[in-house]
């Protein structure tokens, strides 16, 4: 029976730390999506900061239009076009934008777990670890008893 817990034992922690390397890779592997996340975050801010800008150009560029040339009734109507395109296009980077920091917020979340489990894994592997010694040791003794009792008899 001693032999077997041995064996149970040396299993558990083989498994245990089988589950800490693939939580391991699984944390490499969010920490990745995080930081092409907010790569793309950032991306995405700085287009809308042009879009932005070209949406103030644009504007400005109708109000001289207007004030200077207000026969030319299709140029104004073109810009508000373009003004109410690029409007849009702001509005979908904002959305992409929250969503994509959304995700971080929850990847961030999940790495915060899967931390978490890795430290309980560790302590757990640690224990069965210290377990198995004591076990190795105990059953040192008792085979180092068993060839006394041997050779006594």
Do not use: C, P, W
Not at 86 to 113: F, I, Y
């Amino acid at each position: 029976t001693s032999r077997g817990n041995d064996a149970r034992l040396r299993q558990e922690n083989s498994n245990l730390e089988k589950q800490v390397y693939e939580l391991s890779d699984a944390k490499k592997d969010l920490m990745k999506r995080i930081y092409d996340l907010e790569r793309d975050i950032q991306d995405l801010e700085g287009e809308r900061r042009s879009l932005r800008q070209e949406l103030m150009n644009l504007s400005s560029d109708k109000d001289m239009l207007e004030y200077q040339l207000s026969e030319f009734e299709g140029i104004k109507s073109n810009l508000l076009g373009k003004i109410d395109g690029l409007e849009g296009e702001l509005d979908s980077k904002d959305d992409a934008a929250r969503t994509l920091r959304q995700e971080t917020m929850s990847l961030v979340a999940d790495k915060d777990e899967l931390v978490f489990e890795v430290k309980r894994l560790e302590g757990q592997v640690s224990t069965l670890t210290r377990k198995l010694e004591e076990t190795l040791e105990d059953n040192s003794h008792l085979q180092h008893k068993a060839l006394e009792n041997d050779n006594v008899a």
